[in-house]
């Protein structure tokens, strides 16, 4: 099965304007995270709609190989 949450976006290092990879579960998280030129970056998920929309996306994937799946039946 997919999983969403594991696919990378990129955010620029407001320091270096380095473009580092993070994942959609990292915005989620809203983690911490450090850019090579030792900028600190915290990830905000603005009213939790990155969380949210992993999951809806993760439940239609889920439906879409469950009814997959009774299609042969």
Excluded: H
Aim: aromatic share 2%.
């Amino acid at each position: 099965m997919i999983d969403i949450s594991k696919q990378t976006v990129k955010v620029d290092c407001p320091e270096c304007n380095r473009s580092i990879s993070v994942t959609l579960k990292q915005v989620a998280n809203e983690a911490l995270i450090k850019c090579n030129c030792g900028q600190e970056i915290q990830l905000k998920d603005s009213n939790g709609t990155n969380k949210k929309a992993i999951k809806d996306v993760n439940k239609s994937f889920k439906d879409l190989e469950r009814t997959l799946k009774n299609f042969g039946k």
